[in-house]
Structure formats: structure tokens, C-alpha cells
């Protein structure tokens, strides 16, 4: 397993990881999904995709089956595709579709269960018309069949959307990172209704570069939305925590001061009293790692505490879960090619 993007728990302890292998079982690059006890210890890995490069990005559990999503490549041709593949909780493939256009590329980052039962995907799609990529947005059915697509963006720059939510009332967030000239981009909120059509869209608004990477709805009208930027007093990254309501009105944009090295926040999840846990990479000025992150926040995005964990100079962790006793990260050691968990 060279990368681990995606983890999942079920109540009786065992887990599941989501990632890509250059095993070549398949055919060049491949999807992984494998199969833990609760103590971490490796039940099987199965491996999935085409004969050409599959790379996995997302993870989640339908109540059924486990999506997944990536990019998969065509070698007769120089575009990618977004894929969606459903995988039993056995290992067993359940079908696997590629989306897009034989003459653009599309990838998908973002998954999300559908209030009705779908599936929704985010990433990016070139645009047809001019230079760029737009936001992306599918829909489909648990059985994998599109039923709908949209893009959002302007023309001549690149916007992609890396993380999707659906509220219960239908409402639907899609976040990711939006050009705002050659060298500067900023995080990008957008909401639609239940089939996709803009509501609006919020920039925020940050005179340093940076983006984002994740969103999550606390159940009380708020959006938080973490990635990273670049500071006042450098040019490398600390990790960025935006808020917003549901109606598009920004309650603040902050900086989660850390080593103003090399920092960013991947995914975040409610903690309960107005804690959240996060995850992502901090740089370690003592070790000079770039380590897996692993920060407990307040509301108003002050560090409560930290922990970080990693082997190599590249770690990165990119989703965190509440666990049966805890939380566990999925991540990857970049330098040795390994999946972390």
C-alpha cells in the first residue's frame, strides 16, 4: 500500500483503509482497500481498477457497499476520467464507472452521501470553452448511474472543489480552492439546491495565497471549511479555518498558528463542547519532519492541544475519524511510500 487516503470503522472494531498501490496486480497504479482488526493488525488487501493508472483520493460508506473515488488514466488518450467504484465489506468489486468526456479531464476528490440515497462527487473538469478547470459536481444513484452533473467557475482559471456535504433539508456545500490571479489562490464555498443549481458563492477572502481542503456542518447552521495559506511573514503555509453560516455570510477566516513552516489542515470532525479534532501535516522545527498532525481546536480555532506522528521527512495525514475508543488518522509516509494508520 503506497498511499492510505480514506478510513473507515464499524462499531464491532473493524476497519477499513482506502488508498492507491503501484502493486500492478491490476495494471500500473491501482486502488487498495484493506481490511484491519480494531488492534490495527492487517486482516487482507485487495487491489482494483484498469489496466492503466487508478489513483484513489476518497473513501466513504454507504450502509451498503464503500465508494471510492480518484482519477483513473487512458492510455490511448492524455485526459483522466473521475471514477466511482462500490466494494463490498467482503472485498468484493460491485461495479466501477468512469465519468466524464473522451475529450476533457475530470477528476473526482470529494464524496458524499445523498439525502435520497445517491452518491455526490466534487473535483474538477477542464473547461470546454477556454483555458482552466472548473468545480465539478456528480450525482448518481447507489448503483453508480449518473443522473446528473454540473460545473461552476469563469473562464481562463482553475477552480477545483475537493470536499461535498448534502444537508438533510437537500442543501448542498461544495468547497475547494478558486484563482484569483497567477499567483494567489483562495478558498471557494459554493451551495446549490438538491439537483445542483448555484444558490451562491463565497471567496474567502485572503491577500496570501492558500486554498482549502475539507468542510464540515456542525448541526447548528455553521460551515467550517480548513486548508491552508500563506501568512503576512512567510510565504510557506500555516493551516487556514474559515466559518461560515448556511446562508453565505462569513463569521470569520483565521490562521491556525503553528510552525509558520510548512502546515496545513486536511480534514476536520466535531468533537462535541465545542471541540474539533484536525488533521494534515505540521512541520517539526526540531525534527525537521514534515509530520502527521493530530490538533484538538476550541470553536473560536484556538490549539487546545497537539500530537504528531510519522518515520520519514513527508508525512501526511488526511482524514481523521472518531474510532470505537479515540480517533484514527489515515495517512501517508511520502518518503518511504507507505500508508500510515
Known amino acids: 500500500i503506497n498511499t492510505c487516503r480514506g478510513v473507515f470503522q464499524f462499531p464491532s472494531g473493524s476497519i477499513y483503509t482506502a488508498g492507491s498501490s503501484n502493486s500492478n496486480v491490476v495494471g500500473g497504479l491501482d ?6 482488526d480494531e488492534n490495527g493488525t492487517l486482516l487482507w488487501t485487495y487491489y482494483y481498477g484498469t489496466a ?3 489513483d484513489c483520493v476518497g473513501m ?3 450502509g451498503d457497499n464503500f465508494i471510492l473515488c480518484g482519477q483513473t488514466y487512458n492510455a490511448s488518450a492524455t485526459q483522466v476520467d473521475g471514477f466511482l467504484l462500490a466494494i463490498d465489506t467482503s472485498g468484493s468489486q460491485q461495479w466501477m464507472y468512469p465519468y466524464g468526456s473522451s475529450s476533457l479531464s475530470e477528476s473526482l476528490y470529494g464524496l458524499a452521501n445523498a439525502a435520497d440515497g445517491g452518491i455526490l462527487a466534487s473535483g474538477f473538469k477542464n473547461d470546454s470553452t477556454s483555458a482552466g478547470n472548473n468545480f ?3 450525482k448518481t444513484d447507489a448503483a453508480g448511474n449518473l443522473l446528473w452533473e454540473k460545473t461552476f467557475g469563469d473562464a ?3 477552480e477545483t472543489s475537493d470536499a461535498v456535504l448534502q444537508l ?3 442543501d448542498i456545500f461544495l468547497s475547494g480552492d478558486k484563482q484569483i490571479n497567477s499567483s494567489r489562490y483562495n478558498a471557494w464555498l459554493i451551495k446549490t439546491d438538491a439537483a445542483g443549481n448555484y444558490t451562491w458563492d463565497l471567496v474567502f477572502e485572503n491577500h496570501n495565497n492558500g486554498g482549502c481542503k475539507n468542510l464540515i456542518y456542525d448541526g447548528v447552521n455553521n460551515l467550517y471549511v480548513i486548508g491552508e495559506a500563506a501568512t503576512d511573514s512567510s510565504a ?3 493551516i487556514q479555518l474559515c466559518k461560515a453560516d448556511t446562508s453565505g455570510n462569513l463569521a470569520w477566516l483565521k490562521y491556525i498558528r503553528a510552525s509558520n513552516q510548512s502546515d496545513a489542515g486536511f480534514d476536520i470532525v466535531a468533537e462535541g463542547n465545542d471541540q474539533f479534532m484536525i488533521t494534515g501535516y505540521y512541520y517539526d522545527t526540531v525534527s525537521s519532519q514534515k509530520m502527521i498532525l493530530m490538533m484538538r481546536i476550541d470553536s473560536s480555532a484556538n490549539e487546545i492541544d497537539r500530537k504528531l506522528f510519522g518515520n520519514s521527512n513527508t508525512n501526511i495525514g488526511y482524514q481523521v475519524i472518531h474510532s470505537t475508543n479515540g480517533y484514527i488518522i489515515a495517512g501517508t509516509d511520502y518518503v518511504n511510500n507507505l500508508g500510515v494508520l
Open 236 to 238: 510557506n503555509f500555516d
Open 156 to 158: 481562463d482559471i482553475n
Open 136 to 138: 465539478w459536481i456528480i
Open 52 to 54: 492503466d493508472n487508478d
Open 60 to 62: 466513504i460508506y454507504n
Open 31 to 36: 486502488v487498495s482497500l484493506s481490511k484491519f
Open 168 to 170: 438533510s433539508n437537500g
